[in-house]
């Protein structure tokens, strides 16, 4: 089976600061991992994911994502920080060739000015 | 193209009453999947659809839930004799069944609350 472990409830970050939000997995095989974003009282929104290829992912709002197999982590960031991007973040793992994702626990991003 | 579409947003139910949630797929879409988020915590799986079919129910309690994705309409998550423990927000997400992986489209979800 496979599981998702994100290890801070709540990040804290100045704007224009860089960010990173932690995700490690454990899954069977090649692990297809995601990023998604959820704002108050929205669904999730995809952010990116890792297949195959290149280790660095680049995603949508200017967040990135590096997939470390030796790790098996797949932390999210961002080079510059903004206050729009506070939101609950979630990362997620899918078995090989599989649609069934497994989220973490999510991480509350706050960005202050 | 209109997102996954979830209705009701908010229910009130009181306890042992039934709730029924209903999702529409984005178009073209013919996979369904239903999660549940409890206050301050993570999404959970519930089930996998395709039309007429359960792929996967592994997530659903054994009893009072069900699902189904009919031919023609949309998914429907159904609770029987609802408990306060049931008060969640329930995702709707949905791919069109090839090609993408893991690029889920989550509908807005139904906050249901057991009174």
């Known amino acids: 089976a496979q599981s998702v472990a994100q290890p801070e409830d709540q990040v804290n970050v100045a704007e224009g600061n860089p960010l990173t939000v932690k995700c490690t997995y454990s899954?069977?095989?090649?692990?297809?991992l995601f990023w998604y974003v959820q704002y108050p009282n929205r669904g999730l929104q995809f952010l990116l994911k890792?297949?195959?290829?290149?280790?660095l992912v680049k995603g949508s709002y200017g967040f990135e994502a590096e997939f470390n197999k030796s790790q098996t982590s797949f932390h999210l960031k961002k080079p510059s920080a903004l206050v729009s991007d506070s939101a609950l973040y979630f990362c997620a793992v899918a078995p090989n060739a599989g649609n069934m994702l497994t989220f973490g626990g999510g991480t509350r991003l706050m960005v202050k000015p | 193209n209109a997102g996954v579409m979830q209705n009701p947003r908010h229910l009130v139910r009181r306890r042992g009453q039934e709730a029924r949630l209903r999702c529409s797929p984005m178009?073209?879409?013919?996979?369904v999947y239903w999660y549940r988020q409890l206050p301050e915590e993570g999404l959970k799986f519930m089930v996998y659809?395709?039309?007429?079919?359960?792929?996967?129910e592994s997530g659903m309690p054994k009893e009072r839930f069900s699902a189904e994705f009919p031919k023609e309409g949309p998914s429907i998550l159904r609770i029987q004799q609802v408990v306060r423990g049931d008060s969640a927000a329930y995702f709707c997400?949905?791919?069109?069944?090839?090609?993408?992986?893991?690029?889920?489209?989550f509908g807005e979800g139904s906050r249901l609350t057991v009174l």
């Open positions: 997400a949905s791919l069109p069944g090839t090609g993408t992986t893991g690029e889920l489209f």
């Open positions: 659809l395709q039309k007429e079919n359960i792929i996967d």
């Open positions: 890792y297949i195959t290829g290149d280790n």
């Open positions: 178009k073209g879409h013919s996979h």
């Open positions: 899954v069977s095989g090649n692990p297809y």
